[in-house]
């Protein structure tokens, strides 16, 4: 499995938040790119990149932070936040040089543009279900829709999508652990077929064993993002990295 460290821009700084509440903000760092640097020295080979700003305004805002951090720090990126056009994804993959982009409201709210974006983006895109008892969220966590995540995935069952984000809101940035709804769902959309990466919960050393066991199961299940734990120091990346390193994902992606 992969650890990806998360790196959230909000105003230039590094920030995590609680429950994506934008009124729960913690700052870590005044410089995104040197924490970026620093996930990448202790071993991250990925970095879950999140444009606060951008989710909230509907429109990529951290945009020069991001590529910086592509040019200087020499991981592969992904990138959420505000990416609603295809001018932003096509800025995002070809001019900044990020790996991924991660959709997450125009995937519900626009599923035919989606369908296209992926066709053009193929491999490149990732659909980024942020859940709150199990319903999408959008707008930066911002509203709930009557939607049931595993059913707006079962949608897009097929397509060349690069991965698939199951967020748990109620968890993220909680250090509460990672709940057994969670894992439920995560079983579930791994079964679906998609390579799927879970976030929110990520707590303790222990959190990323039952993910890790979670994964041997459900092989589809091939990483992990890590934030609040890994800037609190409750979880080493290093330690992480070696825990997730002991399942082999499947299918492997590059």
């Known amino acids: 499995m992969e650890v990806l460290p998360a790196v959230d821009i909000r105003g230039g700084r590094c920030v995590r938040l609680r429950q994506g509440d934008y009124a729960q903000e913690t700052v870590f760092s005044d410089d995104p790119v040197q924490m970026a640097r620093r996930w990448a020295d202790e071993g991250a080979e990925w970095l879950h990149l999140v444009d606060l700003d951008g989710a909230r305004e509907g429109r990529p805002v951290n945009h020069e932070i991001i590529g910086r951090i592509v040019r200087e720090v020499g991981v592969r990126c992904e990138v959420g936040g505000g990416i609603r056009s295809e001018e932003a994804i096509r800025r995002m993959l070809e001019q900044i040089g990020v790996e991924r982009v ?3 409201t125009q995937a519900l709210k626009q ?3 989606f369908r296209e974006m992926v066709d053009r983006f193929p491999g490149r895109l990732v659909l980024g279900l ?3 008892d199990s319903l999408v969220a959008t707008e930066g966590w911002l509203d709930v829709s009557q939607t049931p995540a595993l059913e707006l995935a079962r949608q897009y069952v097929g397509l060349d999508l690069a991965a698939l984000i199951y967020t748990n809101i ?5 250090m509460q652990g990672i709940d057994g709804r969670t894992l439920d769902d995560l079983a579930a959309l791994a079964d679906l077929g998609f390579p799927v990466i879970a976030s929110g919960g990520v707590t303790t050393l222990e959190d990323v064993r039952h993910l890790a066991q979670l994964a041997r199961k459900h092989p589809h299940l091939i990483g992990m993002i890590i934030g609040r734990a890994l800037y609190e120091g409750t979880v080493s990346l290093k330690a992480a990295i070696e825990e997730a390193a002991k399942v082999q994902p499947f299918p492997p992606r590059s």
Do not use: K, L, N, T
């Not at 109620?170 to 909680?174: E, I, K, L, R, V």
């Open 111 to 113: 599923p035919i543009w």
């Open 102 to 104: 991660i959709i997450g």
């Open 130 to 132: 942020d859940a709150r």
């Open 170 to 174: 109620a968890c993220d940035g909680m």
